[in-house]
Antibody
Framework: VQLVESGGGLVQPGGSLRLSCAAS????????MSWVRQAPGKGLEWVAW????????NYADSVKGRFTISRDNAKSSLYLQMNSLRAEDTAVYYC?????????????WGQGTLVTVSS | DIQVTQSPSSLSASVGDRVTITCRAS??????LNWYQQKPGEAPKVLIY???SLQSGVPSRFSGSGSGTDFTLTISGLLPEDSATYYC????????FGGGTKVDIK
């Protein structure tokens, strides 16, 4: 299993950025996927998850209405479109596979991609 | 929404000690509670899922217990490589994390 994030970088407040996560080594279309972020020196913050067929999606209140999670099962790829970015969105963004065994948990994670929101 | 709160925020213990970290949910979450370990510069790693199930490959010195609103992660026999930050996470709907507990070795 491998998850590789890309698309991070420096963006001005109010700007947009699209993160990608390329998945390999498993049947991507069978799994729910998630984004989790971590601001510098801070704890983990769950951002969003998406059902395997994209029918169900959930967001943290902090990003609702600004971020959009999506996936392309044919390309084994997960995305996070981030609009109206704020300084507090500065973080390392991790893509993670979700698995359900009596609880939803992330069993595989990418290495993360850094998003910096600054003028 | 349901919040999960960890305590303590940090602790220092000696090699061989038994270490206990607590996570409390603002409402009952059944057994929908996971524990992760994160070392500096690395992605998190799941240790325990569904409150008490040990993830494959995780050493048996790690254990989890609890249900409803009160949960515990125990490290029985702390090793130097256990120096890390530990997070609890709600395991359904809003997958919120606790604030983390940093464990240092004395």
């Amino acid at each position: 299993v491998q998850l590789v994030e890309s698309g991070g970088g420096l963006v001005q407040p109010g700007g947009s950025l699209r993160l990608s996560c390329a998945a390999s080594g498993f049947s991507f279309s069978d799994y729910f996927m998630s984004w989790v972020r971590q601001a510098p020196g801070k704890g983990l913050e769950w951002v969003a998850w998406i059902q395997s067929g994209s029918a169900y999606i959930n967001y943290a209140d902090s990003v609702k209405g600004r971020f959009t999670i999506s996936r392309d099962n044919a390309k084994s790829s997960l995305y996070l479109q981030m609009n109206s970015l704020r300084a507090e969105d500065t973080a390392v963004y991790y893509c993670a596979r979700l698995r359900y065994i009596d609880s939803w948990f992330s069993d595989y994670w990418g290495q993360g991609t850094l998003v910096t929101v600054s003028s | 929404d349901i919040q999960v709160t960890q305590s303590p925020s940090s602790l220092s213990a000696s090699v061989g000690d038994r270490v206990t970290i607590t996570c409390r949910a603002s409402q009952s979450i059944g057994n929908y509670l996971n524990w992760y370990q994160q070392k500096p510069g690395e992605a998190p790693k799941v240790l325990i899922y569904a409150a008490s199930s040990l993830q494959s490959g995780v050493p048996s010195r790690f254990s989890g217990s609890g249900s409803g609103t009160d949960f515990t992660l125990t490290i029985s026999g702390l090793l130097p490589e256990d120096s890390a930050t530990y997070y609890c996470q709600r395991g359904y709907s809003v997958l919120a994390f606790g604030g983390g507990t940093k464990v240092d070795i004395k």
